[in-house]
T-cell receptor, first 116, second 123 residues
């Protein structure tokens, strides 16, 4: 079974600084997706960034970028120029490509605090 | 992006009663919808996968007779918590997947959109 591990229950970053959230996963599949989702206090899940496993290039979305290390099964999220609005729970998630088993498996989450 | 709504956003019910939660994809057709449960300060746990026109697939440990899921149309799935107990109190989140059922390949991506959630409190 696939598992997703986030070893940092809480992280804190100062506004305008950079922070990296860690995520590791375990799978025997070769083709899959990895995601980072943000859940602010409103509880609405928001997709932050997506990475296809077959792509070697790390995904980037504005201030958000990932460091995808397929061999190490590691998928960290870097937030640059942190803003107060980045404060939220962040969940790493995994999904295989195809078929009825194509469901999201979430990590336990990292709560990010952004301080002035 | 695509919008998924849930109704109600909050519900309080008495122990022993049944509660229905609706999940709608407002501007797209979703052949697959998912129901999650989230306890305070915890992650999302998948309860079941619902495909339009067929029976839901429940995750291990989820009682089918207690959590009834109906996906009668391409835009609506419902979760009914039957004979609710205080331990059923939780935050329930649905999501809907854009695209063809189970046919995603390496070159296609069927994004999953989340509803805003429903907080259920059973007294």
């Amino acid at each position: 079974a696939q598992t997703v591990t986030q070893s940092q229950p809480e992280m804190s970053v100062q506004e305008a600084e950079t922070v990296t959230l860690s995520c590791t996963y375990d799978t025997s599949e070769s083709d899959y997706y990895l995601f980072w989702y943000k859940q602010p206090p409103s509880r609405q899940m928001i997709l932050v960034i997506r990475q296809e496993a077959y792509k070697q290039q790390n995904a980037t979305e504005n201030r958000f970028s990932v460091n995808f290390q397929k061999a190490a099964k590691s998928f960290s999220l870097k937030i640059s120029d942190s803003q107060l609005g980045d404060a939220a729970m962040y969940f790493c998630a995994y999904r295989i490509y195809t078929g009825t088993a194509s469901k999201l498996t979430f990590g336990t989450g990292t709560r990010l605090q952004v301080t002035l | 992006g695509a919008v998924v709504s849930q109704h109600p956003s909050r519900v309080i019910c008495k122990s022993g009663t049944s509660v229905k939660i609706e999940c709608r994809s407002l501007d797209f057709q979703a052949t697959t919808m998912f129901w999650y449960r989230q306890f305070p300060k915890q992650s999302l746990m998948l309860m079941a996968t619902s495909n339009e026109g067929s029976k839901a697939t429940y995750e291990q440990g989820v009682e089918k007779d207690k959590f009834l899921i109906n996906h009668a149309s391409l835009t609506l799935s419902t979760l009914t918590v039957t004979s609710a107990h205080p331990e059923d109190s939780s935050f329930y989140i649905c999501s809907a997947r854009l695209g063809p059922k189970g046919l995603a390949g390496p070159s296609s991506y069927n994004e999953q959109f989340f509803g805003p959630g429903t907080r259920l409190t059973v007294l």
